[in-house]
T-cell receptor, first 115, second 118 residues
Framework: DGGITQSPKYLFRKEGQNVTLSCEQN?????MYWYRQDPGQGLRLIYY???????QKGDIAEGYSVSREKKESFPLTVTSAQKNPTAFYLC??????????????FGPGTRLTVL | AQKITQTQPGMFVQEKEAVTLDCTYD???????LFWYKQPSSGEMIFLIY??????QNATEGRYSLNFQKARKSANLVISASQLGDSAMYFC???????????????FGAGTRLFVKA
C-alpha cells in the first residue's frame, strides 16, 4: 500500500543529544514537509522540500536540520540547539509544491520526549 | 500576514445531529486553498475536504461540507449525522498561492476538539 511511514513512533532523548526522525514515502510525491505539534495547538512548519537536493526553512527551523538526498526520504534531525524539543512531529508529502488542490498526506507521527 | 482562527476549543454534539465547526482566515492573496483535517487520538492527520478560493460552489465530501463565505473570510465545516467515530480534533488550514510572500506554505489553526455523545 502507498503511504508515509515515520519511525520510531515514540522516541526518548537525553538533553544535549542529537536525534534523527525518519520519514519515508512511496507515493512518488515531489514535495515533503515536517511539522511540529505541541499539546492543544495546531501544526507549525519546520522545513519543507519541493524537490530532491533542495529544501527551505519553515517558520520554526532553528535547532533542526534536514536532508533530501532521495525523493522518498526526508529525515529530520533535532539538534541539541533546539531549546524545547519535546513535541509530536508529523511528516507529510504532496504530489508537488504549489497552487491548487495539492492535498498533503501525513504520516502517523513521532512523539519525541527529552528526558 | 496569513492567519487561521478557530474560536471553538471544544464542541459537543449529540450522535446523529449536525454540527458546525467555525474557521475564519485572513489573507491578502486572491488565490488560496482551504483545507479541513481530522486528527483522532492516534495522532494521524486525515484530510477531509478542500475549497479553492475561486470555486463557485461549496465543497462536499460525503457527510462533510464546507460553508465557504468569501466576503466574510470564513470556511466553516459542517458534519451531518454525527457518529461516535467523529470524536477528534479538527483543524482548518490555508495555503496561499505562489505569488504570496508565504509561498505555498500551509498554515493551521489551533483546532477544535469535537465530542460526540451517544
Amino acid at each position: 500500500d502507498g503511504g508515509i511511514t515515520q519511525s520510531p513512533k515514540y522516541l526518548f532523548r537525553k538533553e544535549g543529544q542529537n536525534v534523527t526522525l525518519s520519514c519515508e514515502q512511496n507515493l512518488n510525491h515531489d514535495a515533503m514537509y515536517w511539522y511540529r505539534q505541541d499539546p492543544g495547538q495546531g501544526l507549525r512548519l519546520i522545513y519543507y522540500s519541493q524537490i530532491v537536493n533542495d529544501f527551505q526553512k519553515g517558520d520554526i527551523a532553528e535547532g533542526y536540520s534536514v536532508s533530501r538526498e532521495k525523493k522518498e526520504s526526508f529525515p529530520l534531525t533535532v539538534t541539541s540547539a533546539q531549546k524545547n524539543p519535546t513535541a509530536f512531529y508529523l511528516c507529510a508529502s504532496s504530489i508537488r509544491a504549489g497552487e491548487g488542490f495539492n492535498e498533503q498526506f501525513f504520516g502517523p507521527g513521532t512523539r519525541l520526549t527529552v528526558l | 500576514a496569513q492567519k487561521i482562527t478557530q474560536t471553538q476549543p471544544g464542541m459537543f454534539v449529540q450522535e446523529k445531529e449536525a454540527v458546525t465547526l467555525d474557521c475564519t482566515y485572513d489573507t491578502s492573496d486572491q488565490s488560496y486553498g482551504l483545507f479541513w483535517y481530522k486528527q483522532p487520538s492516534s495522532g494521524e492527520m486525515i484530510f477531509l475536504i478542500y475549497q479553492g478560493s475561486y470555486d463557485e460552489q461549496n465543497a462536499t465530501e460525503g457527510r462533510y461540507s464546507l460553508n465557504f463565505q468569501k466576503a466574510r473570510k470564513s470556511a466553516n465545516l459542517v458534519i451531518s449525522a454525527s457518529q461516535l467515530g467523529d470524536s477528534a480534533m479538527y483543524f482548518c488550514a490555508m495555503r496561499e498561492g505562489l505569488r504570496a510572500a508565504g509561498g505555498f506554505k500551509t498554515i493551521f489553526g489551533a483546532g477544535t476538539r469535537l465530542f460526540v455523545k451517544a
